[in-house]
């Protein structure tokens, strides 16, 4: 598999840890000291998610040079889409006028890493040559904004890629254990006829454990993919992690003793965009002309589920 193009959108509106502090009890050295985030970006009046999605997708596609109509299959990954249905992978479908099949996906902060799973798995099988990928958040709608340990953390983007069948292999790892007490747990609606008073109106979540788990999953997931194609992590150019926690993203530099150029970030003006946060990552560096064909990139992230991935690429 081979990633040939690359786009990525956020919301105008930024928001600074100082705006925070003017309806929250807190202030920018608390937020930047637990968590790297300085600011993020807020989806706000006359912006959508599929506005961003789609913007990260056009720029992906112009990137590869690929036109929409030799797509093969559209995956798009979100927590929370603008609709209930119809999924925003038709509706990209139709914006930039695909004609493939479309899916979307739901495996939280992990997202990415499963959608690549699922592109591989489609090219082996020879269903597909070309599969664009879309990840699409908007945290801003799922977070409680009087609950400061949690929506300092969030900020809204997409993040796209084009990928082909015209690489060399890639490794892959995807875990998921249902573990109730780590969940980011988020309540649907109730209806007259239920009542759900077990689960949370807003996004609420463990941060400690939550912290140990990632740590530790990501250390393991990486380490997987880097045995499995007799790679060692002196041999990556990136170690491209999902945008949660710098100090998450130090643990795991410390773990695999490796140099901190090799560990990007962006969560500074970020914050966490959930799935989009890799993606957004590597578009960054890519229009920063950082990553050169053949250097080898590792994807790692984890989310709610709890849910764990990493991915070892040639770029």
């Not at 992590?233 to 695999?256: C, M, P, T, W």
């Given at each position: 598999m081979k990633i040939l193009g690359t786009g990525s959108a956020i919301p105008k509106l930024e928001v600074t840890n100082d705006?925070?502090?003017?309806?929250?009890?807190?202030?920018?050295?608390?937020?930047s000291s637990r968590t790297g985030i300085k600011s993020r970006h807020i989806l706000s009046e006359g912006e959508t998610l599929t506005d961003?999605?789609?913007?990260?997708?056009?720029?992906?596609?112009?990137d590869a040079k690929v036109d929409a109509k030799d797509l093969d299959y559209i995956i798009c990954h979100n927590i929370m889409n603008d609709r209930c249905i119809p999924g925003m992978s038709c509706i990209i479908q139709g914006i930039i006028g695909a004609t493939c099949p479309c899916v979307d996906t739901n495996a939280a902060c992990t997202g990415f890493i499963y959608a690549l799973d699922h592109a591989d798995a489609l090219m082996k099988a020879g269903k597909a040559n070309k599969i664009l990928i879309i990840c699409a958040e908007q945290m801003s709608m799922m977070i409680d904004w009087e609950r400061r340990e949690s929506c300092v953390l969030f900020g809204d983007g997409a993040g796209a890629v084009v990928v082909s069948n015209e690489g060399e292999d890639c490794a892959v790892k995807v875990t998921a254990c249902y573990t109730p007490a780590l969940n980011c747990n988020v309540k649907q609606g109730d209806t007259p006829f239920r009542k759900d008073t077990t689960t949370y109106d807003k996004l609420e979540m463990a941060g400690r454990e939550v912290f140990k788990?990632?740590?530790?999953?990501?250390?393991?997931?990486?380490?997987?993919?880097?045995?499995?194609?007799?790679?060692?992590?002196?041999?990556?150019?990136?170690?491209?992690?999902?945008?949660?926690?710098?100090?998450?993203?130090?643990?795991?530099?410390?773990?695999?003793?490796?140099?901190?150029?090799?560990f990007p970030h962006n969560i500074e003006h970020r914050g966490n965009t959930s799935s989009a946060s890799v993606l957004l990552l590597l578009d960054d560096l890519n229009k920063a002309n950082k990553i050169q064909r053949g250097d080898k990139l590792v994807f790692s992230a984890f989310g709610a589920g709890f849910t764990s991935g990493a991915c070892l690429m040639t770029w």
């Open positions: 705006d925070l502090a003017k309806f929250l009890d807190t202030n920018d050295e608390w937020i961003l999605a789609a913007e990260a997708t056009r720029q992906a596609l112009a788990l990632a740590t530790h999953n990501s250390c393991n997931d990486i380490q997987t993919v880097l045995d499995a194609s007799h790679t060692t992590a002196s041999d990556v150019k990136y170690f491209i992690l999902h945008q949660a926690n710098l100090r998450i993203v130090e643990a795991i530099r410390g773990f695999l003793e490796q140099p901190e150029e090799k």
